[in-house]
């Protein structure tokens, strides 16, 4: 069965730098979310989509944006990174539900991003 | 109060033993349940899901609700070395908000 995909899996940057991060849903999935999770930490949400428009925002910092396209997938674009910034970056997908009885978040093998 | 509180532990168990994750949330209009199992470096991955109370059983695990006590739990029978992860309890609150617990890391003990 298709999975969330993400890309790239690694990616080293340096201080002050941009990097941008992309997530293809499961097939017919129409919300994203992306969480932060530093070593030994749990996933920190960071904001999330359905049908394109933002629905909900977490720790995102105001360095951090992202969208969701007509195709459902989602970038996260990050800039003027930070050490701090290092961390494994999942993205979920959940499929159509209903307002209340939200579908079970499937994830991605997630980035792991490294700033030096 | 954190929204959605997990006893970090680790909580360690024998190989064969019952082990028991639990889980409170503060929003009592949250509707939808989950329990994630994550092996370090890698992505959460769905164990279970429960949206009405009592309880509900997969295999060897089962996921137990409480809406009034808010409260959800997760059983694992015959606990075996592989079980070894963090468990991430995960609540939904209504127009996809969805927030993760801190998780518990479980040893099992052959």
């Known amino acids: 069965a298709a999975g969330v995909i993400q890309s790239p899996r690694h990616l080293i940057k340096e201080k002050r730098e941009t990097a941008t991060l992309k997530c293809y849903p499961i097939?017919?999935?129409?919300?994203v979310y992306w969480y932060q999770q530093g070593p030994g930490q749990d996933p920190q949400f960071l904001i999330s989509?359905?049908?394109?428009?933002?629905?909900d925002k977490g720790s995102i910092p105001d360095r951090f944006s992202a969208q969701q396209f007509s195709d459902y997938h989602s970038e996260l674009n990050m800039s003027s990174l930070e050490l701090g910034d290092s961390a494994l970056y999942f993205c979920?997908?959940?499929?159509?539900?209903?307002?209340?009885?939200?579908?079970?978040?499937?994830f991605g093998n997630g980035t792991r991003l490294t700033v030096t | 109060q954190k929204e959605v509180e997990q006893n970090s532990g680790p909580l360690s168990v024998p190989e064969g033993a019952i082990a028991s994750l639990n889980c409170t949330y503060s929003?009592?209009?949250?509707?939808?349940f989950f329990w994630y199992r994550q092996y370090s470096g890698k992505s959460p991955e769905l164990i279970m899901f429960i949206y009405s109370n009592g309880d509900k059983e997969d295999g060897r695990f089962t996921a137990q609700l409480n809406k009034a006590s808010q409260y959800v739990s997760l059983l694992i029978r015959d606990s075996q070395p592989s079980d070894s992860a963090t468990y991430l309890c995960?609540?939904?609150?209504?127009?996809?908000?969805?927030?993760f617990g801190t998780g518990t890391k479980l040893q099992v003990i052959p």
């Open positions: 995960a609540v939904n609150r209504g127009y996809q908000k969805v927030t």
């Open positions: 097939p017919r999935h129409d919300t």
């Open positions: 929003d009592r209009g949250s509707q939808s």
């Open positions: 979920a997908s959940s499929e159509p539900a209903g307002t209340f009885f939200n579908s079970p978040l499937h």
């Open positions: 989509f359905y049908e394109k428009m933002q629905s």
